[in-house]
């Protein structure tokens, strides 16, 4: 909960100006119009490396999907920047679309899956025993270096882009770094400091 609060706090001062520059008759659930240049360069923490959220953004769709755009269900084209801003802000159920990308036939057969679907969705993924059995052999084996078959190899990368997914959905995969020159993100280090005294 903590982590959404200040995220919002963050996404407010970022599109503030967004939605000021005439964007405001957009419905509050559609992102399309606006111009992410403010939101995409705040800084965040990935990986132990400080990058702007338009690569994060590019790079986790990249994973999960496989491709840099993802059409939903109902036939909307999504973007980084458009997807992660909605995933954060749950304006559209991302549970429940199928985005996360299964590529090998084997592995698809194995799981009980139609082999002709690319992407599953987070419910279908996690509904699936054989996938966290293959999963969690495949970690056991890597962890005492010894050699994966194809579809343990291929298991362990559907489990990590759902782990990521995962994240993103629950807010831990972004931690903004604020910039000490940036007035607002001041403003956001001083709101951080005083929930975190509130809550303790």
């Known amino acids: 909960m903590k982590t959404r609060i200040l995220i919002f706090i ?107 679907q690319r992407r599953f969705s987070v419910a279908q993924l996690n509904g699936s025993a054989e996938l966290h059995r293959l999963a969690n052999d495949a970690q056991a084996l890597k962890r005492a270096e010894k050699p994966l078959d194809r579809i343990q190899q291929e298991a362990l990368a559907v489990s990590d882009r759902l782990a990521l997914l995962g994240n993103v959905i629950n807010g831990r995969a972004l931690l903004i770094i604020p910039s000490p020159e940036n007035e607002a993100l001041r403003f956001i280090i001083k709101k951080r400091r005083s929930l975190r005294h509130s809550l303790t």
């Open 10 to 116: 963050a996404l407010a001062s970022s599109l503030f100006r967004c939605i000021a520059y005439g964007q405001s008759d957009l419905p509050a659930a559609d992102s399309r119009g606006l111009d992410f240049k403010q939101w995409g360069l705040l800084a965040i923490q990935d990986g132990g490396r400080r990058k702007p959220i338009d690569t994060f953004a590019r790079e986790t769709l990249i994973r999960i999907t496989g491709g840099s755009t993802y059409a939903d269900n109902a036939g909307r084209k999504w973007g980084p920047n458009d997807f992660i801003l909605s995933v954060l802000l749950e304006t559209h159920d991302w549970k429940s679309e199928p985005m996360v990308l299964v590529s090998f036939g084997s592995l698809k057969e194995q799981l009980g899956f139609d082999k002709t």
